[in-house]
DNA sequence: TATGAATGAGTGTTCATTCAT
DNA sequence: GATGAATGAACACTCATTCAT
């Protein structure tokens, strides 16, 4: 078991625990559950990263990281204000989707006031939120964003698809609840959520597009 | 112990319960400590309102039934169909206020995939998405807004306010982050937020703002 | 609610007590259980009748003190020595049917070394022992009966009795468990045990029926 | 703690569960107290052995299984079906003598109807029935014998012994309660008891004692 | 006399964590 | 590095008993 095998034995619990404390949260999520999904032994994950809240603090740190990682690399290979826009959401979109561990843990995070989450989760958070900031300033550099709040975006894109995404189940159970004057027909797929949420984002941001936002 | 008594300790119980389990989860959450909130023994806790679990669907379908009452009341007094809609959003608004129960509960409900949400409580969101429904299809006869998905403008609503309004202490830690490249001067008030929402969503839901939403 | 509905109170109460504790045993039986099956108030089986620990002593008291009663009025209206044993043994047998509340209730307190018995109780039993032994003792001495132990007899009457007739349930699982070389062909009525124990029992008390006791 | 330690420890719980379970019965009993009384840590019974009701079947299926052991053993070396069914009979009592385990264990769970018995304790229990069974069929086939019903017999031997070897306790305070017309002179030894029973089941067997029991 | 409400002291069970090997 | 065993400190829940009316 060189340094080798310490890495994939962690790294096989970071996945583990990134999966039970995504279903269930920190206080829901069981260590036993953790090591058992991870198939090795508990002692060993204490070992290997610690206990339950250091094993919480790199398991976040590190999903937020891959996203803040694979938001930027997205942005990055695509051209055009709008564009880059769009891939920055589009991109989110895909981080936040059902599979998606980031949603529910982001979600639980907010709910508890950021209570379990260290500095260097945030720190990857401000990655992205910046990444956002400067698509926006070129864009108005360029004439063809207004001067729109970054944050008030970046809120407006983040709360909405993993709100959207993470609501599905409970959509689900919406549907078979036949009530009255409630109309079940316009249930729509993640793909045309996305692209509302893009057009509605793009179209409050540029130039030309009326005053409806400030 | 009158009639009177009984429901006043069940509501102080219950009180007790949406507080602490705002703050703490469904999980994070100690029966001794909602009894404590609640000034009564732990064995009355479960003489009035039975176990946890129950505990919890009681009071989740309490606070989201007075949201509801709330929304639907609010609604009601007011002319116009961008009118209704703007009390909508702001009705709700208030009622994903920081110091609102409501807001992350839900939230962590939605990442739990509604598994502890109990059928009237689904009941109660639906009087809320049924009324949204109600002044979009109204103002859609009027011929004032355009033909929009109810359910998709509802999550936008719902997610980015209870998304910014639970997000604040998480951002107060951002901003003494001072972190490269983040520009932390953009932050703003709730009330900014809210009027950025309303503006947002019934420009999107306006007939002749042109066509940048589907 | 004059003395007459005080007594018909407390003799609903002291029937549902008896009830509820032949099924559960002392440690078993809830409180609650007797007050609904007593279709009484808890606190009302207070007032009446005292703690869990009174009830239960004035229960078994009774139950025992009805069956000492029964076997008394029973065996005094039969004539000659065998034939008062046999009715004796029959009494009994009846009293530890299966519908009895008394053989489950004194099987666990014999299990329990009398640890719950009040010295009331014990009375009652020894009425019955007393008449065992002035059956014997006069069948002795009009040179019908040897003289035997009469402790043991009533051991031996009792505790067989008791055992088969409480017994039924697991004898019946018994039956569906199939097992290599257990003959199930054999299960008889309790009608026929009970003639096979006064059988023996007046056998092994006649004179002339050779040496097989001491 | 090696694969001994293991072993140990777990007997050591089953061994302390035998003894409070034997003293206070499935609901009387504490778990605390059982892991007080095998020295150790209550969640080390739990880790070990499973909860209260996995416990009492463990332990009771192990009980009854030594006993059934016991016995097979012991009448194997003896020849002569009298001196079998003599050596049954002694074997049984030894093991529900006063300090036994199983006669009080045994007597609750008759009382309460085999609710918590095990399929594999009525096993064990069958193992000792057909024993009998066969001893009796031998004899019988030998011509030493008369058909009788072995379950019967079989709950002649158990039922006395049980009740008169648990009974002691009681029997002791009778002595005490000095009662009018009750003869305290009779009180006898195990050992003249269990003679006594010996005698009167070879008795009610053999062939050629006469027509006392069909 | 009767009762709905309230409660202190348990009671079984769980769980994060540590220990010995 | 890895692991089965062990454990202290909770935790949800129960229950006999009492109180106020």
Chains 1, 2, 3, 4 share one sequence.
């Not at 340094?3 to 260590?31: M, P, Q, W, Y």
């Amino acid at each position: 078991m060189t340094r080798d095998n310490r890495n994939s034995t962690a790294k096989g619990i970071l996945d583990a625990a990134s999966k039970v404390f995504a279903e269930k949260g920190f206080e829901g999520a069981r260590v036993d559950e953790i090591a058992a999904t991870a198939r090795v032994n508990k002692a060993t994950l204490y070992y290997q990263l610690g206990d339950k809240r250091a094993l919480y603090e790199l398991m976040i740190t590190q999903v937020i990281g891959q996203m803040a990682d694979e938001v930027i690399k997205q942005t990055a290979v695509v051209n055009g204000h709008s564009e880059k826009l769009q891939q920055f959401i589009e991109t989110i979109a895909q981080h936040t989707g059902i599979a998606s561990r980031f949603a529910p843990i982001m979600m639980r995070e907010i709910a508890d006031g950021g209570r379990n989450l260290p500095d260097q989760a945030l720190q990857q958070m401000g990655r992205v939120l910046s990444l956002l900031q400067s698509i926006l300033e070129q864009g108005c550099q360029a004439g063809e964003f207004r001067q729109v709040n970054p944050l008030i975006t970046h809120m407006l894109i983040i709360g909405s698809l993993m709100f959207y995404n993470t609501n599905e189940p409970i959509r689900a159970r919406m549907t078979h609840l036949k009530q009255e004057g409630l109309d079940n027909r316009h249930f729509i797929s993640t793909d045309e959520v996305v692209d509302h949420i893009v057009d509605l984002v793009i179209a409050s941001v540029r130039k030309n597009d009326g005053e409806q936002t400030k």
